[in-house]
């Protein structure tokens, strides 16, 4: 018996209700801008500087306890959380010291955390210290500017690469959606201030590509369609490629959720942020391929006729190439 999540044939109009389903996701970008610009991102030691202390013990963490031997250090903004995980055993608590970077040189670091672990040796005999990540402001500083142009460096390889191989307009359609993808993205974890770090950066670069390959095919299809349906309207062209596509771009979101669902419950605390930008991202960036890239390809038209000069807007004479 084969599993099928969508009919073989299908008839569905996905622009027929077009202003709900754009005009949703422009008030999510929207949305997710001000919720960036309000609440800003919790964003980890690799953008702000300073030393994440993990911390294991066989007692339970008392995180008062923590506090009140650390205060004592005047060390400046110290965050101290528990760590859960379904994986650890009963016998097993972690905990996460995140401490502000230290003004001085490397070796007042070194003292910081020598001095740290040996407070809360005073609260626990028995914890350990299985790992210690330190960034220096300058450091953090460069990392965010890297992060930035990485992103942006993805989504105009992007716009060039659609641009060669379609129209000008399948391009704009795709980074669109790219940017619908990636700005939701960031408005999550501004919504609910999941740690925003160098990994989360991983993430959405991953996203453009995930999100482009989805887009990639419809558009493909679209192209087929428009060379074989040379009379029929566009919309209905779109229609037609979506409806043919759908059940391939939906068993492919499936498995690949499927698999980040497993890493995301047995994956650790460590993937977490990673996994949960992964789910978020293929659920956006299949909508994003259907109801965002489609519809702006709709508003902006395709040239059907190269014999002529003009023909539903303009065009590029490398779009006739197949790539």
């Not at 990540?133 to 992103?151: D, F, H, N, R, Y």
């Not at 995930?210 to 919309?235: A, G, H």
């Amino acid at each position: 018996m084969r599993l099928k999540l969508v009919p073989s044939e299908t008839n569905w109009n996905f622009f027929a209700a077009a202003k709900f389903t754009f005009g949703g996701s422009v008030t999510a970008v929207v949305a997710s801008i001000l919720l960036f610009l309000i609440l800003g991102l919790n964003f980890g030691i690799d953008f702000r500087g300073g030393t994440t202390i993990r911390t294991e013990s066989a007692q339970p963490v008392d995180v008062g306890a923590y506090r009140d031997v650390l205060s004592t250090l005047n060390l400046g903004d110290v965050t101290i959380s528990e760590v859960f995980d379904p994986g650890f055993g009963e016998d097993k608590h972690v905990a996460q010291v995140r401490i502000q970077a230290q003004e001085g040189q490397e070796s007042a670091q070194a003292q910081m955390i020598a001095a740290v672990e040996e407070a809360l040796q005073t609260v626990d005999p028995s914890i350990t210290f299985p790992s210690v990540e330190s960034v220096g402001p300058k450091v953090s500083g460069e990392l965010v500017q890297t992060a930035v142009l990485a992103v942006l460096a993805a989504i105009g390889a992007v716009l060039v690469y659609i641009w060669l191989r379609f129209e000008w307009q399948f391009a704009l359609g795709a980074v669109a959606a790219l940017i619908h993808d990636v700005v939701l993205t960031i408005g999550v974890f501004a919504a609910i201030q999941i740690k925003f770090d160098l990994a989360i950066i991983a993430a959405l670069l991953t996203i453009v590509g995930y999100s482009l390959n989805d887009t990639v095919v419809v558009f493909d299809r679209v192209r087929e369609n428009l060379r074989k349906y040379k009379k029929m309207e566009l919309k209905e062209v779109l229609n037609l490629s979506i409806n043919e596509t759908l059940s391939r771009t939906v068993m492919t979101s499936f498995t690949t959720l499927l698999a980040l669902i497993a890493l995301f419950i047995l994956g650790g605390d460590v993937i977490r942020g990673f996994v949960f930008a992964m789910i978020w991202g293929v659920v956006v960036g299949t909508y994003s391929s259907v109801f965002v890239a489609s519809n702006i390809l709709l508003m902006l038209g395709v040239k059907r006729d190269w014999s002529k000069d003009s023909d539903g807007g303009a065009g590029t004479q490398f779009a006739n190439v197949d790539a």
